[in-house]
C-alpha cells in the first residue's frame, strides 16, 4: 500500500498543471509520498516501537494534508 502511494504521487509530479494551482499540485504529490513512507514504516511497529508510533502520527498529519490539497485542488476545478 505504501508503494502504491509513493508510486502515484511519483506519477502525478509528472502531470504538467497551470501555474494556478501548481502549489497544490506539488503539495498533494509531495504528500502522497510522505503518506507512503509513513505506511512502509508502520511496519516496523513490532521490531521497533518508536518508529512504529512515529508512523502513526505522521500519516494522520501527512494523510490530513494530503485531504487539503486534495480539496484546494477540487476547489479551482469547479
Do not use: C, R, W
Amino acid at each position: 500500500v505504501g508503494q502504491a502511494y509513493q508510486s502515484f504521487g511519483a506519477e502525478l509530479i509528472k502531470i504538467p498543471v497551470p501555474k494556478s494551482f501548481a502549489s497544490a499540485h506539488l503539495s498533494a504529490a509531495n504528500n502522497y509520498e510522505k503518506v507512503g513512507q509513513t505506511i512502509k514504516n508502520l511496519s516496523q511497529v513490532l521490531s521497533d516501537p518508536m518508529i512504529g508510533m512515529k508512523s502513526i502520527v505522521n500519516y494522520k498529519n501527512y494523510s490530513d494534508a494530503l485531504a487539503s490539497d486534495l480539496e484546494k485542488l477540487s476547489a479551482i476545478l469547479q
